[in-house]
Structures are given as C-alpha cells and as structure tokens.
C-alpha cells in the first residue's frame, strides 16, 4: 500500500500524527523536516497539505486523533501508519515522549 491508496481519514490521521510526533520533543529538526517532505511527496503535496490544515484544526491533541484512529479498519493503512509515525520517531534522536505515542497507537490497533 502506498500513501497514494489512504482514504481522507487515514491520511488526516497519519497526517495528524506525524503532527504530535513532531511536537511532542517540541524541537522540530531538520531530519523530521526531511521525512515530512518525503511523505508529502508521496502522498501528494496537495493532499498532504489539505491533510496538515485540516488536522491542525480538528485533530491536534491525542483525545482528537484517538477516535478517527480507531475508526480506521484496514490492516495495510494501519501498518503504513505506523510504519510512518514509527520513522517518524526515530528520524532524529528519539525522545520518550514519541516512543510514548508509537506505543500508543500499536496498542490502540493491537499491534
């Protein structure tokens, strides 16, 4: 599956979660930049945009993303999800509180 194959919702949460990724070191390195621009070029810079605006509106805590999260029922979009949040994570030097939302989010889809 490619992020091309993501539904609205999926990419909105993924899109949201890479978001508190993110913030959740609240240093926003060149690395995590980097990987930004690479899912954004893979998904569709325009997709990915719409995605990050409406996210940052509607999906900025992880109560908000919790719900549409769950909702997603696709194994393949969860893996890609998780495989993206989890790069994420580890593209920099990684902080306890992204180890702490990458174990969520497994837990939440029993992985």
Same mark, same amino acid.
């Given at each position: 599956?490619?992020?091309?194959?993501?539904?609205?919702?999926?990419?909105?949460?993924?899109?949201?979660?890479?978001?508190?990724?993110?913030?959740?070191?609240?240093?926003?390195?060149?690395?995590?930049?980097?990987?930004?621009?690479?899912?954004?070029?893979?998904?569709?810079?325009?997709?990915?945009?719409? $995605?990050?605006?409406?996210?940052? +509106? /509607?999906?900025?805590? @992880?109560? *908000? =993303?919790?719900?549409? #999260?769950? $909702?997603?029922?696709?194994?393949? +979009? /969860?893996?890609?999800? @998780?495989? *993206? =949040?989890?790069?994420? #994570?580890?593209?920099?030097?990684?902080?306890?509180?992204?180890?702490?939302?990458?174990?969520?989010?497994?837990?939440?889809?029993?992985?």
């Amino acid at each position: 599956m490619e992020y091309t194959d993501l539904t609205h919702d999926e990419r909105l949460v993924l899109v949201a979660l890479l978001e508190l990724i993110i913030k959740a070191d609240k240093n926003y390195s060149k690395e995590e930049a980097a990987e930004s621009d690479r899912v954004a070029a893979a998904m569709g810079p325009a997709d990915y945009r719409a $995605a990050l605006h409406e996210a940052r +509106a /509607r999906l900025n805590t @992880l109560e *908000a =993303v919790r719900g549409p #999260a769950l $909702a997603i029922q696709r194994p393949e +979009a /969860r893996e890609l999800i @998780l495989t *993206a =949040v989890q790069d994420m #994570a580890v593209v920099d030097e990684v902080a306890q509180e992204e180890l702490q939302l990458v174990d969520w989010l497994a837990s939440l889809w029993g992985f």
